[in-house]
Nanobody, 120 residues
């Protein structure tokens, strides 16, 4: 069973930066597509960014494009989300997810989430 554990969440002022980490179990992480999602209270979960298994292709939601960067360290079984120029509307619980079957759309495993709060 794949286990994903997010960390790095916290409180930051608008305009600040934060880096989230997601540690994955198993060496097969190296062949998973990985993604970040977020959910604010009363709102649907939304896609934030993802990265393919090789790290050579990334996608971003329009709301974060140019501000967030997803990356991965295969050797450390870790995926990152660097968040810059944070806005209050970025406040949400952020979830790491793994697309183990390489569907490009469906994620099979999810972390517990980490809270990100951006104050103005």
């Amino acid at each position: 069973q794949v286990q994903l554990v997010e960390s790095g969440g916290g409180s930051v002022q608008a305009g600040g930066s934060l880096r989230l980490s997601c540690a994955a179990s198993g060496r097969t992480f190296s062949r998973y597509n990985m993604g970040w999602f977020r959910q604010a209270p009363g709102k649907e979960r939304e896609f934030v960014a993802d990265i393919n298994w090789s790290g050579g292709s990334t996608r971003y939601a329009g709301s974060v494009k140019g501000r967030f960067t997803i990356s991965r360290d295969i050797a450390k079984n870790t995926v990152y989300l660097q968040m810059n120029t944070l806005k209050p509307e970025d406040t949400a619980v952020y979830y790491c997810a793994a697309d183990a079957l390489l569907t490009g759309t469906n994620y099979d495993y999810w972390g517990q989430g980490t809270q990100v709060t951006v104050s103005s």
